[in-house]
C-alpha cells in the first residue's frame, strides 16, 4: 500500500480509502451483511488500508434515512479492536438540519452510532449551494469551531456536489477547512467542481479525497465495444479498474480515493493496484481523453449545457436534468443517476414541472425539442427515489 499526507491535517493516509456506503448487503439497502462485510473490512485493514468513510444516511431503506453504515462500521472496529488502525471519516447531514442545536444532535448521535469519542475527519454531506446558504444562517462555522475545541472532531471539511463558484464561495468562507470530498474519474473532468476544484485544493494544502473513481462501477462493467476497442490499443496493458484507479494516482492533486468495494475479490484487486501503481504514459494520457469522448457519443440528447434555455419561466433546471439523464444513459446506469437527480435537484426544478409553454422552443443551439426532452427525464427517473 503507498500512503500520502492528507493536506494540512498531516495526517499519512493510505491512497486508497474504504467506501462504506456500497457494503454487500442481503435483500435491501439497509440490511447489511455482517459476515462478509467484516470478512472484506478486515483484509483491507490487514492490508494497508487506514481510512473508513461513511455517512449519517449510508445503508438506509430510503436516500434521506438514518443509516446502517455507522452503525456497522462502529461495532466493527470496537469488536475487532481496529479503532487505533484507522481514521473514521463520516458527514453531518447538512439537509436535515433546522436549527443550530441540531448539527451538535446529530454529531453526538453519529458519535454513539460510531462508538468512538472523536471523529477523524467530520464533512458537512453534499453540499449544494441552497444547503450552504441554509447551515450558514444556522451558524455552523460556530458549531465546527466548537467540536474542534471540544475535540469530538479531530479535521473539519465537508463533500461537494456543486459548481465551482459556490464550491469556491464555500472554501472561502471558513479558513479552518482541512479535507474535501469531491467526485472525480475521467468523465468528470469538467462535471461539478472537477479538475478546477482539486487545483484549488491543491493551491489551498486542502487534503483531497475522490469519490466515485469508477462511477458507481459503471466504468469497469459491461464495456461498450468501441470503448474496449481503444483499450485495446493502449501501450500499457490496463483492466478497466487499473485504467480508472491509475488516471487519479497519477495526478498530482489526489490524495485519497475512496472504493465502494462489497467483496474480497475487490478489495484484494484494488489493494494490488494502489500497493504498485503504474505511470501513464503522454499517449495514454491522450488515449484515456479519447475514451471519455467516446462514452460522451452515448448520452441521451445532444445537450451541450450552454445555458441558451435558462432561466426556465417554472423554474425547470434544464441543464441539470439533462446533465444526469445524459449520464445515467451513457453510463447504462439510471439507479447511478437517480440518486443525484432526486438529491441534488429541487423537488421543483425537476422534468415534471415543465409545462411545455414554449419559451425555449427556438433557443437551444442543438436545435432540441426540450419540453420533449424533459417528458423524457420524466419518464426515466419517474417521481421518486426508489432505485435501491
Same mark, same amino acid.
Given at each position: 500500500m503507498q500512503y500520502t499526507e492528507?493536506?494540512?491535517t498531516k495526517e499519512n493516509v493510505s491512497i486508497l480509502g474504504f467506501g462504506a456506503m456500497r457494503l454487500p448487503t442481503k435483500g435491501s439497502n439497509d440490511n447489511i451483511d455482517e459476515n462478509t462485510a467484516s470478512e472484506i473490512l478486515s483484509y483491507g485493514i490487514d492490508n494497508g488500508i487506514n481510512l473508513i468513510d461513511t455517512a449519517y444516511p449510508y445503508? /438506509?431503506?430510503?436516500?434521506? $434515512? =438514518?443509516?446502517? /453504515?455507522?452503525?456497522?462500521? $462502529? =461495532?466493527?472496529l470496537k469488536e475487532n479492536s481496529y479503532r487505533d488502525d484507522v481514521l473514521i471519516s463520516t458527514k453531518s447531514p447538512s439537509w436535515l438540519m433546522e436549527e443550530k442545536g441540531d448539527f451538535e444532535y446529530y454529531l453526538d448521535k453519529q458519535l454513539e452510532k460510531l462508538k468512538t469519542d472523536s471523529i477523524d475527519i467530520y464533512l458537512l454531506h453534499a453540499l449544494t449551494k441552497d444547503d450552504w446558504n441554509k447551515v450558514r444562517k444556522l451558524r455552523v462555522l460556530d458549531f465546527l469551531d466548537d467540536s474542534l475545541s471540544s475535540g469530538k472532531i479531530k479535521h473539519v471539511g465537508f463533500s461537494s456536489h456543486t459548481e465551482i463558484d459556490t464550491f469556491v464561495d464555500i472554501l472561502d468562507a471558513y479558513p479552518k477547512w482541512e479535507v474535501v470530498l469531491t467526485q472525480m474519474n475521467y468523465l468528470d473532468e469538467y462535471y461539478q467542481t472537477g479538475v478546477m476544484g482539486l487545483d484549488e485544493l491543491k493551491r489551498l494544502n486542502i487534503g483531497s479525497m475522490i469519490m466515485e473513481p469508477l462511477r458507481g462501477g459503471r466504468l469497469v462493467q459491461n464495456i461498450p465495444p468501441e470503448v474496449q476497442k481503444l483499450?485495446?490499443?493502449?501501450?500499457?496493458?490496463?483492466?478497466?479498474?487499473?485504467?480508472?484507479l491509475?488516471?487519479?494516482?497519477?495526478?498530482?492533486?489526489?490524495?485519497?480515493?475512496?472504493?465502494?468495494?462489497?467483496?474480497?475479490?475487490?478489495?484484494?484487486?484494488?489493494i494490488q493496484i494502489a500497493s504498485n501503481v503504474k505511470e501513464i504514459s503522454e499517449s495514454d494520457?491522450?488515449?484515456i481523453r479519447e475514451v471519455a469522448r467516446t462514452y460522451k457519443?452515448?448520452?441521451?440528447?445532444?445537450?451541450?449545457?450552454?445555458?441558451?434555455?435558462?432561466?426556465?419561466?417554472?423554474?425547470v433546471d434544464i441543464i441539470n436534468c439533462f446533465n444526469e439523464y445524459n449520464i445515467g444513459k451513457m453510463l447504462n446506469n439510471p439507479k447511478g443517476s437517480a440518486m443525484q437527480y432526486f438529491s441534488l435537484i429541487d423537488e421543483d426544478c425537476r422534468a415534471d414541472s415543465c409545462i411545455d409553454c414554449g419559451d425555449c422552443e427556438f433557443v437551444c443551439p442543438q436545435m432540441l425539442d426540450i419540453p420533449?426532452?424533459?417528458?423524457?427525464?420524466?419518464?426515466?427517473?419517474?417521481?421518486?427515489?426508489?432505485?435501491f
Open positions: 492528507l493536506g494540512k445503508h /438506509s431503506a430510503g436516500i434521506d $434515512g =438514518n443509516g446502517n /453504515s455507522e452503525v456497522f462500521i $462502529g =461495532n466493527f483499450w485495446d490499443c493502449a501501450e500499457v496493458k490496463r483492466t478497466p479498474v487499473e485504467w480508472a491509475e488516471y487519479l494516482w497519477n495526478r498530482d492533486d489526489v490524495d485519497c480515493v475512496l472504493s465502494g468495494m462489497n467483496s474480497l475479490e475487490q478489495v484484494k484487486q484494488n494520457q491522450d488515449l457519443t452515448l448520452t441521451g440528447n445532444e445537450c451541450t449545457s450552454c445555458g441558451y434555455c435558462m432561466p426556465c419561466p417554472e423554474g420533449q426532452e424533459l417528458e423524457k427525464v420524466d419518464n426515466y427517473f419517474g417521481r421518486e427515489f426508489n432505485h
